[in-house]
């Protein structure tokens, strides 16, 4: 008797596809309830982040996430490497964010951005009781002046943005900076001619940029950060925004 046609598919491989590319993912799964513990590079990279100022656990989007208290100056850290590093190459960031602080000035929720080593961050926006809430990437030339700069619409009312997970990619095609919430595409920005995206030996923080002080840290939740060395399409940034439930990138 003739084999099935359906035993001879391969087996289905989860989010492999997903993974093409990845070179540094952060579930932040590990439980901190106490102290400095570090979060796990998934990848097998070594890309371990080391927690400054006690980032402890919360219920996070998918399984555990870390809470950011920027009165407490606290963040995750990871020395400079070509994983990490942005630059003029394709690349993508993806990650969870739940905005826990009202009327604040923008507030830094990735960066490697340090006085005379500007490189990339991404911020939230919130102000209380306006529209003017919203999330900005800044990627920096080699000069370290700001070259591409995608800032969303202000759109979205305190009362909706605030103590909200949000779903937030951003991503590098041959120069064009895109910026996506939930899974939308919400601002671009272009390189200008003859400038090349800077990558630099500033660390990667999430929760804080090294550029200056207090006003930069951030309040808030993240979870399920991940960075590859292409630009992801839209539809693999829809497959990750999963109608608003996330997905666990090692399955």
Not at 169 to 188: D, E, H, I, M, W
Request: net charge neutral; glycine share 10%; charged share 20%.
């Amino acid at each position: 008797m003739p084999m099935n046609p359906r035993l001879l598919r391969p087996l289905a491989r989860g989010y492999a596809d997903l993974r093409v590319g990845l070179v540094a993912y952060w579930p932040l799964n590990e439980t901190a309830t106490s102290g400095d513990v570090s979060a796990d590079d998934w990848t097998g990279r070594g890309n371990t982040l080391t927690s400054n100022n006690s980032v402890l656990s919360v219920t996070g989007k998918v399984g555990n996430g870390r809470e950011f208290v920027a009165a407490n100056s606290e963040y995750l850290e990871r020395n400079s490497n070509a994983d990490v590093q942005f630059g003029n190459g394709d690349w993508s960031l993806s990650l969870w964010v739940q905005p826990r602080a009202t009327g604040t000035a923008p507030q830094c929720v990735v960066g490697k951005d340090a006085a005379g080593n500007r490189e990339f961050s991404v911020y939230c926006e919130t102000n209380t009781g306006t529209n003017a809430n919203r999330f900005l990437v800044g990627v920096f030339n080699t000069g370290g002046s700001l070259s591409a700069s995608a800032i969303e619409p202000s759109d979205t009312a305190n009362a909706d943005f605030i103590n909200r997970w949000w779903h937030v990619v951003a991503t590098n095609s041959g120069g064009v900076v895109t910026l996506y919430r939930n899974g939308v595409s919400r601002a671009a920005a272009t390189r200008p001619g003859g400038q090349t995206f800077n990558t630099t030996s500033t660390a990667l923080s999430l929760g804080r940029r090294e550029f200056s002080t207090f006003e930069n840290y951030f309040t808030g939740y993240i979870d399920e950060v991940a960075k590859w060395t292409r630009a992801l399409s839209a539809a693999e940034i829809s497959r990750l925004w999963n109608n608003g439930n996330g997905i666990d990138l090692r399955r």
